[in-house]
């Protein structure tokens, strides 16, 4: 075997294991996200009577809050578990645009990355134009 064959050979094998530990990484923060946001409805569904406005903006404005956080935790669980089934379909560390392979880094960074590096910077680019 050829010194390239076996450093290839090495290299697919680290990429294996890293969308392995990739992929668990996901439905943990998957799994911790699912149940944040529970914890977060229970917070947002309490019924009770503010003392005076002050109480009752002080709450208002929380409540908000709260349901800001909510909506942006359940983008985020939506794109990990839409990682997650690019995982099971093979497709995972592709850039849904170009199909060329999303780096380690990015995907360690933002494990549910769907583009790579380029077509992001160019999407959000072309989102900042609008």
Known sequence: MKNREVVHMSAAKNGV??????EK???????ELRA????????????????DEAALASDSVTTDMTVATLERERR???EIE???ERVKKGTYGLCAFCGESITTARLEALPWARLCIHCAGRASNSAAAD
């Open 25 to 31: 990484l996901l439905t943990s923060q998957r799994d």
């Open 36 to 51: 944040r946001i529970t914890g977060r409805l229970d917070e947002v569904y309490i019924d009770r009577e503010p003392d």
């Open 82 to 84: 839409s990682a997650l």
């Open 17 to 22: 294991k890293k969308k392995g530990t990739l």
């Open 76 to 78: 985020t669980l939506e």
